[in-house]
């Protein structure tokens, strides 16, 4: 079982940066791979980012390749999405996931953040 804490979010200026923290418990959590994936109000949810157990591997929707980058630290199962140039589109509510595999179902979900940019 693994229980998932997201942190960071908040209101920012377009243009402004972000840095979500996922605190994860649990002492398999290297052996997970893990994802952001954020839901806008009406809106399907969508995956932003993800990186395999290791970290070797990553993944990023086009609209913020270039943008955000998806990091962990499995010495403090922490995962980590920094989020540059910032755009009103960009706002939702984000969820830290982990799953079996980057592109697979996700088994473990945090209760989510909101990220608000303002325009």
């Known amino acids: 079982q693994v229980q998932l804490v997201e942190s960071g979010g908040g209101l920012v200026q377009a243009g402004g940066s972000l840095r979500l923290s996922c605190a994860a418990s649990?002492?398999?959590?290297?052996?997970?791979?893990m994802g952001w994936f954020r839901q806008a109000p009406g809106k399907e949810r969508e995956s932003v980012a993800a990186?395999?157990?290791?970290?070797?591997?990553?993944y990023y929707t086009d609209s913020v390749k270039g943008r955000f980058t998806i990091s962990r630290d499995n010495t403090k199962n922490m995962v980590y999405l920094q989020m540059n140039s910032l755009k009103p589109e960009d706002t939702a509510v984000y969820y830290c996931?982990?799953?079996?595999?980057?592109?697979?179902?996700?088994?473990?979900w945090g209760q989510g953040t909101q990220v608000t940019v303002s325009s």
């Open positions: 996931a982990g799953g079996p595999t980057m592109t697979g179902a996700y088994d473990y």
């Open positions: 990186i395999s157990g290791r970290g070797l591997s990553t």
């Open positions: 649990g002492r398999t959590f290297s052996r997970y791979a």
